[in-house]
C-alpha cells in the first residue's frame, strides 16, 4: 500500500479517476470529504481569531462546500456502479 500526503493526494485522485479498471476505491473520496470538512473548522478559526475576514470567510466556506459536495457525488456514484 503506498500512502499519499499534500498534494500528491489529489495527484493520486486524478491517477485513480483515469483508471480504466472496473474497481474504484470510494475510500478516496471520503478522505476527502472529511478533509473539507476539517478546512471549514480551520477556516472558521481563524475567522473567530480576526485572521481572516468576513468575505474572505464566506469565499472559502463557498469554495470548500462545492469541494465537499463533489467528493460526496463521486462517493456515491461509486458505490452504484461498483
Known sequence: MKWYFGLNYYNALIECLNFDGEYLDPRMFHVLFDHKI??????????????????????????????????NFKAEINYSIN
Open 38 to 71: 476539517m478546512m471549514k473548522f480551520r477556516i472558521d478559526y481563524l475567522h473567530k481569531n480576526n485572521i481572516i475576514g468576513d468575505l474572505d470567510r464566506q469565499q472559502l466556506i463557498r469554495a470548500v462546500d462545492d469541494l465537499k459536495e463533489d467528493a
